[in-house]
């Protein structure tokens, strides 16, 4: 299929699956007119693409564990000691900026007078433990 049909067929911008070929996430072959063509795969794999995108994973943790993820809705993965170990560190560094904004929020907060109290509640964070 060419890049038009994959980007209806997934909801995806042009610019988006030009961008995850550019960052090594998607593969594309070329035809003799220099369009690109996808296989029948690539629909799972935009999909796997975006499931973890939304996860919060960069590109370049992606592109690193992507061959251990298959499926697409849901995506499935394979927990090698290696993915674990950078599942838990993308938990720890994202519970570090969850902290930051925590802390952020508190002193922007503080700012305001009794008479203009806060309209929002603080959000609260489950306190499960990383996989």
Excluded at 1 to 17: C, D, F, K, P, Y
């Amino acid at each position: 299929m060419n890049i038009g049909e994959l980007a209806q067929l997934t909801g995806v911008s042009r610019r988006s699956l030009r961008y995850y070929e550019q960052q090594g996430l998607l593969c594309a072959e070329r035809d003799p007119h220099g369009y690109r063509r996808y296989g029948p795969d690539a629909a799972g794999a935009v999909a796997r693409i975006r499931a973890l995108l939304a996860a919060g994973l960069s590109t370049d943790v992606i592109r690193g564990i992507l061959p251990c993820v298959s499926g697409a809705d849901p995506i499935e993965l394979t927990l090698c000691p290696e993915l674990v170990h950078t599942i838990r560190r993308e938990l720890a560094e994202m519970d570090a900026r969850i902290e930051e904004l925590r802390c952020s929020r508190s002193a922007l907060a503080g700012y305001l007078p009794g008479r203009y109290p806060d309209p929002s509640p603080p959000i609260t964070a489950s306190t499960s433990s990383p996989a």
